[in-house]
């Protein structure tokens, strides 16, 4: 499990403004959004403020915003791609040309590479400050980062730009540069940009006063926007470029109804995790992809050690496989299933088995599946385990009254102490894979139904008692 670091919504079950959704952006599927803006209120202040949760930790660049009137007059913010020398490894970047000259390029000397976290970046820039390193500002989860700067081109005092060039028919791009590429791979929320307004990050979130590490989002409703500010609040499905300031909506590319998500900065839902597999990721870390040469897997973002979880997963065939594991086997066999007796994982398998580490088959009778969705219903209560296929619980097992089910280690026992999920691709000489549904589907669903405090939506009805893995039943659990 990557931990949740403080300061970037640790549990998230602070009270206060709730965000209700995210829209996903997906590398695989080019997505991003785009809109023509008008003449700029001034042209040397703005605002940027979004969260964002990072899926795929690509090897090039992840461009968050860019503005383009030519070759001359542009700009873009971005993760920089990996580097081995770490110079550009996953840090926040600035850049903005104006008249033919770049009068700003700045990176931030801090790894935003946690998949498992909300991030809430500020960025505050105004040109007519008379001190230099007062011009641009970033915050990254309220924080201001003036000591993690590096590349320190700033801007002249008064200095126009890219950002805020005057000039009508501004090309806006959220997700990707505007030549196309370089795709942003993540979650985005509470997207906003105020045009002529430099705002202290704290109109934008707050620490939370009884957890003072955890950052929170507040309602930005109030703020001035300026002529072409813009809010994105992504809660129109059918509409997720809405303004909801009011101001010309984005047109959506490569985004669906169905990348409007419930994983945000207020319940931060469960994914696979990029950094604990060694399968192809996509939509979010929600499907995965192994390759013909076999034995790949992940595991996910978050562990529980006590409590009872539901999710599902839609395998692409029969050697889509999925169960649970101590995340310490993970990672330090992280290349190959390699059972090994100081491991726990147990495993549904597309020919009917579930296997348990070296301790070989505890079941060969459980039903053959290929592309029918299984359920997962993990009792950290009674340590049991159960799969259903298609709605039906297998080995006559009742999650909800504790009947029959997989045994297996209590969580006390282990060297983590809390079992992860995991899903793996079994097959050596076939692709395996599939999608994980922890409450935010990549599928559609048919039915949708959710868990008994209302999170998650799920084909079949969840057991009575157990909960969706995400931040808000963590924290009412215990987890």
């Known amino acids: 499990m990557i931990p949740i670091l403080s300061g970037n919504v640790a549990s998230a079950t602070a009270g206060g403004f709730e965000v209700a959704n995210s829209c996903l952006f997906d590398r695989a599927s080019s997505g991003y959004m785009d809109k023509s803006s008008g003449t700029s209120s001034n042209n040397d202040i703005y605002t940027i403020s979004f969260w964002m949760k990072r899926a795929g930790l690509e090897i090039s660049d992840n461009i968050l915003f860019s503005i383009y009137k030519d070759g001359n007059n542009r700009a873009k913010i971005g993760i920089g791609p990996h580097d081995s020398g770490s110079a550009r490894d996953h840090k926040l970047e600035l850049y903005d040309w104006y008249g033919g000259s770049q009068i700003?390029?700045?990176?931030?000397?801090?790894?935003?590479?946690?998949?498992?976290?909300?991030?809430?970046?500020?960025?505050?820039?105004?040109?007519?400050?008379?001190?230099?390193?007062?011009?641009?500002?970033?915050?990254?989860?309220?924080?201001?980062?003036?000591?993690?700067?590096?590349?320190?081109?700033?801007?002249?005092?008064?200095?126009n730009l890219g950002f805020q060039e005057t000039t009508a028919s501004?090309?806006?791009?959220?997700?990707?540069?505007?030549?196309?590429?370089?795709?942003?791979?993540?979650?985005?929320?509470?997207?906003?940009?105020?045009?002529?307004?430099?705002?202290?990050?704290?109109?934008?979130?707050?620490?939370?006063?009884?957890?003072?590490?955890?950052?929170?989002?507040?309602?930005?409703?109030?703020?001035?926007?300026?002529?072409?500010?813009?809010?994105?609040?992504?809660?129109?499905?059918?509409?997720?470029?809405?303004?909801?300031?009011?101001?010309?909506?984005?047109?959506?590319?490569?985004?669906?109804?169905?990348?409007?998500?419930?994983?945000?900065?207020?319940?931060?839902?469960?994914?696979?995790?990029?950094?604990?597999?060694?399968?192809?990721?996509?939509?979010?870390?929600?499907?995965?992809?192994?390759?013909?040469?076999?034995?790949?897997?992940?595991?996910?973002?978050?562990?529980?050690?006590?409590?009872?979880?539901?999710?599902?997963?839609?395998?692409?065939?029969?050697?889509?496989?999925?169960?649970?594991?101590?995340?310490?086997?993970?990672?330090?066999?992280?290349?190959?299933?390699?059972?090994?007796?100081?491991?726990?994982?147990?495993?549904?398998?597309?020919?009917?088995y579930v296997s348990h580490d070296s301790y070989g088959d505890i079941s060969t009778s459980y039903s053959t599946y290929t592309t029918e969705i299984i359920g997962v219903a993990l009792d950290l209560d009674n340590n049991k385990l159960h799969f259903s296929k298609g709605g039906v619980w297998e080995a006559s097992s009742n999650p909800?009254?504790?009947?029959?089910?997989?045994?297996?280690?209590?969580?006390s026992t282990l060297t983590t102490g809390f079992y992860t999920p995991l899903v793996a691709d079994l097959c050596s000489a076939t692709t395996g894979g599939g999608n994980a549904n922890f409450g935010c589907p990549a599928f559609s669903i048919s039915s949708g139904n959710s868990d008994g405090n209302?999170?998650?939506?799920?084909?079949?009805?969840?057991p009575s008692g157990y909960l969706a893995l995400c931040t808000k039943n963590l924290g009412s659990d215990g987890g």
């Open 454 to 462: 209302g999170y998650g939506n799920f084909e079949y009805a969840v």
């Open 104 to 159: 700003l390029n700045q990176v931030v000397d801090v790894h935003l590479m946690d998949p498992a976290s909300w991030y809430h970046i500020c960025i505050r820039v105004d040109t007519t400050q008379s001190t230099a390193n007062d011009r641009v500002r970033v915050y990254i989860n309220g924080v201001d980062q003036a000591s993690n700067i590096t590349r320190t081109t700033t801007p002249n005092q008064n200095q």
């Open 170 to 352: 501004n090309q806006w791009r959220i997700g990707s540069h505007n030549g196309g590429g370089d795709y942003y791979d993540g979650y985005l929320a509470e997207v906003v940009y105020c045009d002529g307004q430099s705002y202290a990050p704290t109109e934008f979130g707050e620490f939370d006063e009884d957890s003072p590490t955890i950052w929170k989002p507040k309602d930005v409703s109030g703020l001035t926007f300026g002529t072409n500010g813009f809010y994105l609040d992504f809660e129109d499905s059918s509409n997720l470029g809405n303004d909801a300031n009011g101001g010309t909506d984005f047109n959506e590319n490569g985004i669906a109804a169905i990348d409007q998500k419930t994983d945000t900065p207020t319940n931060n839902f469960c994914t696979l995790n990029p950094l604990a597999g060694n399968v192809t990721f996509s939509e979010g870390n929600t499907t995965w992809a192994g390759t013909t040469s076999g034995y790949e897997h992940s595991s996910s973002t978050l562990g529980v050690s006590s409590g009872k979880w539901y999710w599902e997963v839609k395998p692409t065939n029969a050697c889509g496989c999925m169960g649970i594991t101590d995340a310490t086997w993970q990672f330090n066999r992280r290349g190959s299933i390699a059972y090994a007796s100081s491991s726990q994982l147990y495993v549904y398998e597309g020919n009917g």
């Open 400 to 411: 909800a009254t504790n009947t029959n089910g997989i045994s297996i280690q209590a969580p």
